[in-house]
């Protein structure tokens, strides 16, 4: 199942987290907010959140003129 993270300050400035199907709807939420973001990404993991870098865009090489 493809999964996406979201991660946003609520009406009180304390992060939150929700998990995402792939149509956007939510499977899980963090159930109270975290002042600290680092606190509210170590919820997440213990829900099953890795941490994925984004992938640069390949990039086509150009043959040589010479």
């Known amino acids: ?3 996406i993270w979201r991660f ?3 009406e009180n400035q304390h992060w939150k987290w929700q998990q995402l199907a792939a149509d ?3 499977v899980a939420e963090s159930s109270n907010g975290f ?3 680092e606190a509210c990404l170590a919820s997440a993991k213990t829900k ?3 941490y994925m ?3 640069a865009p390949r990039v ?3 043959p ?3």
């Open 48 to 50: 099953g959140h890795v």
């Open 64 to 66: 040589h003129r010479f």
């Open 24 to 26: 956007r709807s939510v």
């Open 1 to 3: 199942m493809n999964v």
């Open 53 to 55: 870098p984004a992938q």
């Open 35 to 37: 002042k600290e973001y």
């Open 60 to 62: 086509q090489a150009r």
């Open 8 to 10: 946003y300050l609520d």
